[in-house]
């Protein structure tokens, strides 16, 4: 059997380059399958790539304009230069399948293999009301992956599987008490990660940095703080005006981004954070329990649609984004703290809305859609 060939792709947002990623990952852990990230140069999902050492084609294009204007001119004259690239791209390296995770990346080589007609492709989509790619090129996907039953609604595709999330490997395999051995963490303590998706949250930060002093020496939560790259300066800033003595604060790591998110939510058993789907289904995995604060500016409003699914199910406590300051957040936390048993429900009804295999189930999926169409 000749060696068959995977394009990927999705980039732009975590949402969309971690679910690839995962996908990735473990297609080219076979080595009968030769992997091509497809994505934007300009964009995280290139910058992960190289860490990883994947073979990457770039495709330069943005997200559409709303309005019709000069801007919307030159965005489909660059969305025509990205899909002449991709047209290049399938007739070079001819691939089996392409597996596409939404998002603007991913629309050029999408178009593409429409305009072929002969290359196959399968979607994922992670969230409760799928994006406009998703919704757009479902109808001539071969498959279409969905992280939520509901998703269906905005589906028209007789194949779709609802699958969860991939996420990677590791979310199945490391315990709570590792990952926190690995942080130099004792097991014992009660450990609050808060997190505002892979581009910070500016209300999240401003909100946490007020209390984390009180958080960490009147109550000894041990606090990991994800700032995002953009806010970290003005985070250490207030900081440094608020606490002087934060850096020497062993209950206290602040950092930009880590590189290392899975050992950081499988550590913890409070995470605040946005409510993105991959962000959820990690949380899900990690036996954690969730205090959402949905981005209200996302959009379709998918991560509130996401959020209040979760607090349908009891699995998480919700909290507005206009709502969310230092008291608020602060009410909640001693709350938790001082009540061990609310924890651990959480943690339960959370960790019940998990789907562990989803990542086994989405390459079977893109193994039969290769094998069938290859």
Same mark, same amino acid.
């Given at each position: 059997? &000749?060696?068959?060939?995977?394009?990927?792709?999705?980039? %732009?947002?975590?949402?969309? $380059?971690?679910? +690839?990623?995962?996908? +990735?990952?473990?297609?080219?852990?076979?080595?009968?399958?030769?992997?091509?990230?497809?994505?934007?140069?300009?964009?995280?999902?290139?910058?992960? +790539?190289?860490?990883?050492?994947?073979?990457?084609?770039?495709?330069?294009?943005?997200?559409?304009?709303?309005?019709?204007?000069?801007?919307?001119?030159?965005?489909?004259?660059?969305?025509?230069?990205?899909?002449?690239? &991709?047209?290049?791209?399938?007739?070079?390296?001819?691939?089996?399948?392409?597996?596409?995770? %939404?998002?603007?990346?991913?629309?050029?080589?999408?178009?593409?293999?429409?305009?072929?007609?002969?290359?196959?492709?399968?979607?994922?989509?992670?969230?409760?009301?799928?994006?406009?790619?998703?919704?757009?090129?479902?109808?001539?996907?071969?498959?279409? *992956?969905?992280?939520?039953?509901?998703?269906?609604?905005?589906?028209?595709?007789?194949?779709?599987? $609802?699958?969860?999330?991939?996420?990677?490997?590791?979310?199945?395999?490391?315990?709570?008490?590792?990952?926190?051995?690995?942080?130099?963490?004792?097991?014992?303590?009660?450990?609050?990660?808060?997190?505002? %998706?892979?581009?910070?949250?500016?209300?999240?930060?401003?909100?946490?940095?007020?209390?984390?002093?009180?958080? *960490?020496?009147?109550?000894?939560?041990?606090?990991?703080?994800?700032?995002?790259?953009?806010?970290?300066?003005?985070?250490?800033?207030?900081?440094?005006?608020?606490?002087?003595?934060?850096?020497?604060?062993?209950?206290?790591?602040?950092?930009?981004?880590?590189?290392?998110? $899975?050992?950081?939510?499988?550590? &913890?058993?409070?995470?605040?954070?946005?409510?993105?789907? !991959? *962000?959820?289904?990690?949380?899900?995995?990690?036996?954690?329990?969730?205090? !959402?604060?949905?981005?209200?500016?996302?959009?379709?409003?998918?991560?509130?649609?996401?959020?209040?699914?979760?607090?349908?199910?009891?699995?998480?406590?919700?909290?507005?984004?206009?709502?969310?300051?230092?008291?608020?957040?602060?009410?909640?936390?001693?709350?938790?703290?001082?009540?061990?048993?609310?924890?651990?429900?959480?943690?339960?009804?959370?960790?019940? !809305?998990?789907?562990?295999?989803?990542?086994?189930?989405? $390459?079977?999926?893109?193994?039969?859609?290769?094998?069938?169409? %290859?």
């Amino acid at each position: 059997m &000749s060696k068959r060939t995977f394009f990927i792709t999705g980039g %732009g947002t975590g949402g969309h $380059i971690y679910p +690839a990623i995962a996908v +990735a990952d473990e297609l080219i852990a076979n080595q009968d399958y030769t992997v091509y990230y497809v994505g934007n140069p300009d964009n995280l999902e290139y910058s992960i +790539a190289q860490r990883k050492g994947y073979n990457f084609l770039p495709v330069h294009v943005t997200g559409m304009p709303r309005k019709l204007s000069i801007e919307f001119i030159f965005w489909g004259i660059q969305l025509c230069f990205a899909v002449l690239k &991709s047209l290049i791209y399938l007739y070079k390296y001819k691939p089996d399948a392409i597996f596409g995770t %939404g998002g603007y990346v991913s629309a050029p080589v999408l178009m593409a293999a429409l305009i072929t007609g002969k290359t196959s492709y399968m979607l994922h989509d992670c969230d409760m009301q799928p994006g406009i790619v998703t919704r757009v090129f479902a109808r001539k996907a071969d498959c279409v *992956s969905l992280a939520f039953e509901r998703a269906k609604d905005f589906i028209k595709n007789d194949y779709c599987y $609802i699958n969860g999330n991939p996420i990677r490997p590791e979310f199945k395999t490391l315990t709570k008490d590792e990952a926190k051995k690995s942080l130099d963490i004792n097991p014992d303590r009660l450990v609050l990660c808060v997190m505002g %998706g892979s581009q910070g949250s500016v209300t999240i930060d401003n909100a946490f940095v007020e209390i984390i002093k009180e958080l *960490s020496q009147k109550y000894k939560f041990r606090i990991i703080f994800q700032t995002g790259k953009k806010n970290y300066a003005g985070v250490i800033n207030r900081l440094s005006k608020l606490y002087h003595d934060y850096a020497v604060d062993r209950n206290i790591t602040i950092r930009p981004y880590f590189d290392d998110m $899975i050992t950081v939510v499988k550590a &913890s058993d409070i995470v605040i954070s946005r409510a993105g789907s !991959l *962000s959820l289904s990690e949380i899900f995995a990690s036996d954690a329990a969730p205090i !959402l604060i949905p981005y209200p500016h996302a959009a379709a409003d998918h991560q509130r649609k996401n959020a209040k699914f979760v607090l349908e199910n009891d699995a998480c406590i919700y909290l507005e984004d206009e709502d969310t300051d230092p008291n608020s957040l602060l009410e909640i936390l001693i709350d938790l703290k001082n009540n061990p048993d609310k924890v651990e429900m959480l943690k339960q009804k959370s960790a019940k !809305l998990a789907r562990i295999n989803a990542l086994q189930d989405i $390459i079977k999926q893109i193994e039969r859609t290769a094998q069938y169409y %290859g």
